[in-house]
């Protein structure tokens, strides 16, 4: 502790080996624990209804594909034997940042990069483009915290990405 009263020093964060995810420490027989939560898959309580019905509702622009992303999520998670272990919460959110990034691109793809700005009249570039690069930043972010957890639990090693659907839709529209 400094003269101040604030505790500095000390080990930096992230800073060390990474962990390993347990399919690799299987495969290399090591003993090793998963996350020991009850197996009770979480999506199909009643109040995840609620949640499946706030992301498809009437959007003034555009559809909302946050249901359809959820349920790929979902499913994702029940081939991995990992849905128990991911809050609906954290999940909403993804399905949410996702799918008001693919609504974004398309509001792009529909009206363009550049824009007139309100009051001088002169080009400006669109808004919906950063406003695009906050929902991805923010999506990523969310699908990491997700997939390390998966990753960390998992008995397999964990391929396939939900996300690679999500820019085949978008890549068609």
């Given at each position: 502790m400094?003269?101040?009263?604030?505790?500095?020093?000390?080990?930096?964060?992230?800073a060390?080996?990474?962990?390993?995810?347990?399919?690799?420490?299987?495969?290399e027989?090591?003993?090793?624990?998963?996350?020991?939560?009850?197996?009770?898959?979480?999506f199909?309580?009643?109040?995840?209804e609620?949640?499946?019905?706030?992301?498809?509702?009437?959007?003034?622009?555009?559809?909302?594909?946050?249901?359809?992303i959820f349920?790929?999520?979902?499913?994702?998670?029940?081939?991995?034997?990992?849905?128990?272990?991911?809050?609906?919460?954290?999940?909403?959110q993804?399905?949410?940042?996702?799918?008001?990034?693919?609504?974004?691109?398309?509001?792009?793809?529909?009206?363009?990069?550049?824009?007139?700005?309100?009051?001088?009249?002169?080009?400006?570039?669109?808004?919906?483009?950063?406003?695009?690069?906050?929902?991805l930043?923010?999506?990523?972010?969310?699908?990491?915290?997700?997939?390390?957890?998966?990753s960390?639990?998992?008995?397999?090693?964990?391929?396939?990405?939900?996300?690679d659907?999500?820019?085949?839709?978008?890549?068609?529209?």
């Open positions: 400094a003269k101040d009263g604030t505790n500095r020093g000390g080990a930096r964060t992230g060390g080996r990474k962990k390993k995810p347990l399919a690799e420490k299987l495969q027989g090591k003993t090793a624990t998963a996350l020991s939560l009850p197996e009770k898959d979480a199909d309580a009643p109040e995840i609620q949640i499946k019905a706030f992301l498809s509702e009437d959007q003034r622009m555009g559809e909302l594909y946050g249901r359809e349920e790929q999520m979902v499913t994702w998670l029940r081939e991995r034997n990992c849905a128990h272990l991911i809050s609906p919460h954290l999940l909403e993804y399905s949410m940042a996702m799918a008001r990034w693919i609504q974004l691109e398309n509001v792009t793809n529909e009206y363009g990069f550049v824009s007139k700005h309100p009051t001088t009249g002169a080009m400006i570039g669109s808004p919906f483009v950063s406003m695009a690069q906050g929902y930043k923010q999506a990523n972010m969310l699908f990491q915290q997700i997939f390390s957890i998966v960390a639990n998992s008995t397999e090693v964990v391929t396939g990405n939900p996300q659907e999500m820019m085949e839709k978008l890549l068609k529209l």
